[in-house]
């Protein structure tokens, strides 16, 4: 453990919060009280108090951090190169590796995610900034062949001013994947984080000014959905919104985007399904399906929230989850946990109805299926790993996300039985399979309607390949170069020679 993470760790757990964290909206380079002088409290999802308090953002902060986002769209940002760009942002990655062990301890203390796993988002968030410092001046459009008398080309434009809505499960890493092509690419953003999380994206704000982005650029908003949020989507200065959240706020957003004709990307959620065949690697896929559905307590809208499992294979496997989700400590996210919290007392009342109507409807529960008393594990928001079987195709806990550590067992009889079973709910945002059979692990890449399919590992890849759903798991991608292009405009331009 480097000397800064265990400082900053005995810090928290000592005092129960930590110094220096930002306190206001970060618009137009600086750190800003709201204009109403209202503040939220945020707080740690381990041990249920509140540990810090953030301005409280509303439209008129909306509307100043909006109004510095389009004035820097022609200001010293429009006439860097890309290549000046990608060096902003490649100091970015540096110093957010440098400062890893802050961003994670204050990632956990936010979220309640284990600090491991904190530490895994930093990562990847020192990745994608380094992947997009590269991309910068990589982004090029075609020539056509018109014939003698013309040339025609096409030229990438940035879109202007990108509005990102982040979700509480993946604070930093979801607000970076949008927040570095859209730089790459020469956008200004105003960025609004979930009133649970608000730290580590304003701490990200102030990191990008010192690596060198001008004022204006990169503002954030702290606030609730229904007072910063609902006001940036219906702003009519905005060029652009990535939403990550539900389904149910996604529609709302995809109305007020209708209003002006707002482009919109929407990463919602997800029921994904992770195949698992008689010829598999046993152990391969127990470790899949353990980390597809209780990393970050399942809160993960990519989680493998669904075992389609083989039935020659299904007790054996059953037998070494139901031990391995016993054997999981739920504890704070700077202890030696096994599991983390749930995010918010609302978000653990409803991992816990879903389990409780599928008790009374009659489904099996194999393991868990409760809340752990807070006076047993710190004051924390806990759920315990739970595996149910299903009833049958329509179950709720077959079609609803949960968002929770709540594994759905479906038992079928063969692969083609899997696929069907694969494909029968309304999202469609991963899928994985199991098995040693190369041939039919890609009929099923193929079968399978998702936005990315993962192959006898589960959350493989990183930020080089495209993520996103389809159906109403949403639509657009994010990461890879598709990610990029989602925050430029083609122009096309022929001349007469
Ligand atoms: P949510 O939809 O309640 O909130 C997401 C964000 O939207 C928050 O910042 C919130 O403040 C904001 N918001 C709420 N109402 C708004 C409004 N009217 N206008 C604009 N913004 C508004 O979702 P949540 O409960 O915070 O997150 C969990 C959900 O997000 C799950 O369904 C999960 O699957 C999904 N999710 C999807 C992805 C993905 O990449 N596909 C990633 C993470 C989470």
Known sequence: MSAERARLVEEALRTGTLSGLPDG????????????????????????VAFASVAAGDAEDVDRAVEAARAALSG????????????????????IAERAARFAVVETLDSG???????????????????????????????????????????EE????????????????TAARGIAPALAVGCTLVVKPAEQTPFTTLMLAELLHEAGLPEG???????TGAEAGAALVAHPGIDHITFTGSVATGQRVMRAAAEHVTRLALELGGKSPVVVMADCDLDAAFAGVMEAIFENAGQICSAGSRLIVEEAIAQPLLDRLVAGAEALRPGHGLSDAGIGPINSPAQLARVADHVERARAAGNRILTGGGIVPPEACGGGWFYRPTIALARGADDPLVQEEI????????????FEAAVTAANATSYALVA?????????????????????????????????????????????RAKG?????????????????
């Open 25 to 48: 909206h970060f618009i137009a380079g600086r750190f800003v009280a709201s204009a109403s002088g209202r503040r939220m409290e945020s707080f740690d999802p381990g041990r249920g």
């Open 403 to 414: 968002f929770g550590p709540v594994l759905t067992v479906q038992v079928v009889p063969d």
């Open 76 to 95: 010293p940002w429009a006439g860097l190169s890309p290549a000046a760009r990608g060096e902003i942002l490649m100091r970015a990655s540096q110093l």
């Open 481 to 497: 170069m598709a990610g990029l292009r989602s925050y430029s405009k083609l122009k096309s331009v022929v001349a007469r020679i």
């Open 217 to 223: 650029v990169l503002n954030v908003v702290a606030g």
């Open 432 to 476: 994985g399979i199991y098995t040693r059979d190369h041939a039919r692990a890609w009929r099923f890449a193929r079968a399978v309607d998702a936005g990315q399919v993962y192959i006898n590992e589960f959350f493989a890849g990183g930020v080089a390949m495209p993520f996103g759903g389809n159906r109403k798991s949403g639509f657009g």
């Open 158 to 173: 940035p879109v202007g001013v990108a509005a990102q809505i982040v979700p509480w499960n993946y604070p930093l890493s």
């Open 113 to 155: 995610k284990r600090l491991a796993e904190a530490e895994g988002d930093v990562s990847g968030v020192v990745r994608a900034f380094a992947y997009y410092a590269g991309a910068a001046d990589k982004l090029h459009g075609d020539s056509m062949p018109l014939g003698p008398d013309h040339v025609g080309l096409t030229i």
